[in-house]
C-alpha cells in the first residue's frame, strides 16, 4: 500500500527525537485517529538549521514527519511557513488517499513550532 520512499522514511526515520534547546517546538495531532505529533526546530538567522520529531501515529504519519525535517533543514522560516501537507506527501511520491490526512500532521506541528518560535522571539525582544 506505501510506495519505496514512504516505507523507507517509515522503517528507517530520519531526526528522530528531541531538541532540548529547541527555539521553537510544535505539537498537533488527529482529531480522526488520535495520533499525535511533536516538531522541536532550532533557528539561527531565520534559517532553520535543526528539527527533530516525535511522532505516535501511523507508518505515512512517520514517514511524513521523517521527510518534513529532511526537507525544512535550510529554509527559511517564511519559506517553511508556506510548505504544505501536499508539498510534504508530493516529495514521499504519493500517500494512498486514505492516508493524505496523516501528512497534516507533520504540516501543522511545523506551522505550531514556527509560530511558537515567533512568540518567543516576540516575547524576548
Ligand atoms: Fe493517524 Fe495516520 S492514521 S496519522
Redesign the pocket.
Known amino acids: 500500500m506505501y510506495n519505496e520512499i514512504v516505507m523507507d522514511h517509515f522503517t528507517n526515520p530520519r531526526n528522530v527525537g528531541e531538541i532540548a534547546d529547541a527555539d521553537g517546538v510544535g505539537e498537533t495531532g ?1 482529531f ?4 499525535t505529533m511533536t516538531l522541536y526546530i532550532k533557528v539561527e538567522n531565520e534559517i532553520i538549521v535543526d528539527a527533530k520529531f516525535q511522532t505516535f ?2 507508518g ?2 512517520i514517514a511524513s514527519s521523517s521527510m518534513l525535517t529532511e526537507m525544512v533543514k535550510g529554509m527559511s522560516i517564511d519559506e517553511a511557513m508556506r510548505l504544505t501537507n501536499q508539498d510534504v506527501a508530493d516529495r514521499l511520491g504519493g500517500l494512498p488517499p486514505l ?1 493524505l ?2 501528512s497534516n ?1 507533520a504540516a501543522d506541528a511545523l506551522h505550531n513550532a514556527i509560530e511558537n518560535y515567533r512568540r518567543r522571539r516576540a516575547a524576548a525582544s
Open positions: 488527529s480522526k485517529c488520535g495520533d501515529g501511523c505515512a504519519a492516508k490526512h496523516c500532521l
